[in-house]
């Protein structure tokens, strides 16, 4: 079984007109962004109504998916510290969904956070990019694996109040599901639909060098300029604690942080729908795919 997925892997990677862009459904992507930073959801600010109605969405999206959870209703409420679990449906909420390895119980951890900024007066922070294209991309590679079972478990987590504290994450890891020393990697997604110059960074290599070998194979054959670094190398800007990672970075778990520059629309009204990349966005969902499937056929 193992030389099959390889072998597989090795088609993906290497075989011309078989790379990126063919695992990922586009259509799909782009219909889960353009709702998820749509005028009804209010720019998602945590405990408000688009919040909520960004929740059921992303939960109706993995029960379709037949996806399981170790939450009811998928959902993990919180107090506002961010520190112990809550029954309160007046809290903040992670939505994790779980996909079971089909021969070991070693854990992938996929993260992105989906709430944003909400409305300030007149004005909808949209947070298409930031982070309703994380989230998005999240449910595209859940849909992936919830068709093609992995040989290791993935723990799916749309992430509340990161924009408030990381709330969401650190609410997750004091509360993980799991024994902690299972989990092998986290990947999070935070801003990855748009770059002027092309540019998706991947942070975290610089920490844990033995991830490099699942970042360079794609480096060199995707048509996105893969940098590596961003987590404090010399003469770089330190995105290590940057976003939703941060925790369990500090808890001493690998991690690796894909993310672009902030642009014009950071954290304005404008980051909306209309300004993403649908090419790179895609490119970039199936590149970060990429990456787990190399992760998930390596792991012993």
Request: hydrophobic share 40%; glycine share 8%; no cysteine.
């Amino acid at each position: 079984m193992k030389t099959v997925r390889k072998a597989i892997l090795f088609l993906l990677l290497f075989v011309p007109g078989i790379l990126f862009g063919q695992l990922i459904d586009k259509d799909q992507l782009i219909k889960d962004i353009t709702y998820l930073a749509s005028p009804e959801l209010e720019g998602r600010a945590t405990l408000s109504k688009g919040s909520r109605l960004a929740q059921a969405y992303i939960a109706e999206r993995f029960r379709t998916l037949k996806m399981t959870s170790q939450f009811q209703d998928f959902t993990q409420y919180f107090a506002m510290n961010g520190r112990r679990r809550t029954n309160d449906k007046n809290n903040p909420a992670n939505i994790i969904g779980f996909i079971p390895g089909s021969e070991s119980d070693t854990l992938i951890l996929v993260m992105a956070h989906y709430d944003h900024l909400g409305t300030k007066g007149e004005d909808v922070y949209l947070g298409a990019d930031d982070n309703a294209s994380g989230t998005a991309a999240l449910l595209a590679i859940a849909s992936h694996f919830s068709v093609h079972r992995p040989k290791h478990s993935f723990l799916f987590a749309a992430l509340d109040a990161e924009e408030i504290g990381l709330l969401g994450s650190k609410a997750l890891l004091a509360d993980f599901p799991f024994p902690l020393d299972q989990v092998k990697v986290v990947v999070n997604m935070d801003m990855i639909s748009r770059s002027e110059t092309n540019r998706l960074y991947a942070a975290g290599s610089r920490h844990y060098p033995q991830l490099k070998k699942y970042l360079t194979p794609i480096k060199e054959k995707t048509s996105i300029d893969l940098y590596l670094g961003n987590d404090g190398g010399p003469g770089e800007k330190d995105w290590s604690n940057a976003s939703d990672h941060g925790p369990f970075h500090a808890k001493g778990i690998p991690f690796l942080y894909f993310g672009v520059e902030d642009h014009e629309d950071y954290h304005k009204p404008t980051d909306s729908v209309d300004r993403i990349d649908p090419v790179f966005y895609t490119k970039v969902t199936d590149l970060i795919l990429q990456v787990l499937l190399q992760i998930e056929s390596d792991i012993p």
